[in-house]
């Protein structure tokens, strides 16, 4: 299976962005979906996930602030993210969930700074 993320950017504190994962996995939407993000120096850390159900988890860093969805007819899953702060800023990244199962894609690059 591979992953695509894309949406990353520059973008000051307080901003927002909105990535996205495109998987081409067969049954996508039999999967939970996770994003996860490395920072520099840091080990990968997951973010959120969401059921097929449409059911949602996230990392305390994460409450409040971001918004994970998914649309299994795209196979896509996406991560809103609001309020953005310089501890955002990390390569994120698409797997499943709990369990990362598949092979990492390259990820999508989120900078956060004035």
């Known amino acids: 299976v591979q992953t695509v993320e894309s949406g990353g950017g520059l973008v000051e504190p307080g901003g927002s962005l909105k990535v996205s994962c495109v998987a081409s996995?067969?049954?996508?939407?039999?999967?939970?979906m996770g994003w996860y993000r490395q920072a520099p120096g840091k080990q990968r850390e997951f973010v959120a996930r969401i059921t097929s159900a449409g059911i949602t988890n996230y990392a305390d860093s994460a409450k409040g602030r971001f918004t994970i969805s998914r649309d299994n007819a795209k196979k896509t899953v996406n991560l809103q993210m609001n309020s953005l702060k310089p501890e955002d800023t990390a390569v994120y990244y698409c797997n499943t969930a709990p369990s990362t199962v598949w092979d990492w894609g390259q990820g999508t690059q989120v900078t956060v700074s004035s």
């Open positions: 996995a067969n049954f996508f939407s039999d999967y939970t």
